[in-house]
């Protein structure tokens, strides 16, 4: 089946440093969202990436799209131990319908040291 | 507005017994989904219902069935609880159109 990669698993930091997680698809996507859950609690909706190249900022938040629409980041400058918590991106291959079209990679847990 | 609700937020079970994880949305969404999240795995789609009437199953459907109950209530159930089921349970809705998911606070089960 179709999947989405997601890397790394795990990213330790020091508060201020930066951070990424990469988004890897095979096959190209019709768009790709990013949610952000919070230990212990639910996944909340960041933002949703259409077109091919696409870059969106959210304060420290950076959200790119690949040309070929296969592959996504979300980059944090300088974090703060209000990021804490794990990051999907979920990936759809086709246009349309509902959530049941989204694929979720397996995220990647941010864990910052005061 | 409450948006997703779901309930009850933490169940033990033993093997074999059966329960109804309940969900509602107040949003007035067409589509409502059941997720379940396990170490490791992400986020797995057990069964939506795209509109009120209709259910799917998605990519974890074994053990499990569905009742979209009218457009507000999608609810989960167990038949029979085995151990692989215990996992935290997410019910989501949203609009048609590939827009963003909105979901509850989730249900931890255990099965021992």
């Known amino acids: 089946g179709q999947q989405v990669m997601q890397i790394p698993q795990y990213q330790h930091v020091q508060e201020g440093e930066d951070f990424t997680t990469y988004c890897n698809s095979s096959?190209?996507?019709?768009?790709i969202q990013w949610y952000k859950q919070r230990p212990g609690g639910h996944p909340v909706f960041l933002i949703q990436l259409v077109k091919s190249g696409e870059v969106k900022k959210q304060k420290r938040l950076t959200f790119q799209f690949g040309e070929a629409k296969k592959n996504s980041s979300l980059h944090i400058t300088a974090t703060q131990t209000t990021d804490v918590g794990t990051y999907f991106c979920a990936g759809r291959f086709r246009a349309g319908g509902g959530a049941d079209g989204l694929t979720f990679g397996k995220g990647t847990h941010l864990i910052i040291q005061p | 507005n409450a948006g997703v609700t779901q309930t009850p937020k933490f169940q033990v079970l033993k093997t074999g017994q059966s329960m109804t994880l309940q969900c509602a949305q107040d949003?007035?969404?067409?589509?409502m989904y059941w997720y379940r999240q396990d170490p490791g795995m992400g986020l797995r789609l057990i069964y939506y219902s795209a509109s009120e009437g209709t259910t799917d199953k998605g990519e974890v459907p074994n053990g499990y069935n569905v009742s979209r109950l009218n457009k507000r209530e999608f609810s989960l159930r167990l038949e029979s609880a085995a151990p692989s089921q215990t996992s935290v349970y997410f019910c989501?809705?949203?609009?048609?159109?590939?827009?963003?998911?909105?979901f509850g606070q989730g249900t931890r089960l255990t099965v021992v």
């Open positions: 989501a809705s949203s609009n048609q159109g590939g827009t963003e998911a909105f």
């Open positions: 949003m007035n969404h067409n589509s």
């Open positions: 096959t190209t996507l019709s768009n």
